[in-house]
């Protein structure tokens, strides 16, 4: 099955640091434009990092300075360094990007993965 998997995620104390990872799997070749997002109970799905097709950054000012997103192509994945963490970073944390099948481009979107800072 073609999708994206994110992994990486875990219990970290508040100043740890976590790095998210969110790989191609099946027939998807290179992956394209990609943002991290995080959701938490009751509340609407966050961007936090975005990373396009050339490579250019952006981020939610709440992680500005602690996350960088970067890319690996000859891997197939993005990844998202946590630094600094803080108790209100806790989330299920999802990436959604374009993934190249073929010569088709489409957009999928991961399972999540849980991340979780303890004061």
């Known amino acids: 099955q073609d999708k994206l998997v994110e992994s990486g995620g875990g219990l970290v104390q508040a100043g740890g640091s976590l790095r998210l990872a969110c790989a191609a799997s099946?027939?998807?070749?290179?992956?394209?434009?990609l943002d991290w997002y995080r959701q938490t109970p009751g509340e609407q799905r966050e961007v936090v990092a975005t990373i396009d097709s050339t490579d250019s950054t952006k981020y939610a000012d709440s992680v500005k300075g602690r996350f960088t997103i970067s890319r690996n192509s000859a891997e197939n994945t993005v990844y998202l360094q946590m630094n600094d963490l803080k108790p209100e970073d806790t989330a299920v944390y999802l990436c959604?990007?374009?993934?190249?099948?073929?010569?088709?481009?489409?957009?999928?979107w991961g399972q999540g993965t849980q991340v979780t800072v303890s004061s």
């Open positions: 959604n990007g374009n993934g190249l099948v073929g010569h088709t481009w489409r957009g999928y």
């Open positions: 099946g027939a998807i070749t290179r992956i394209g434009a």
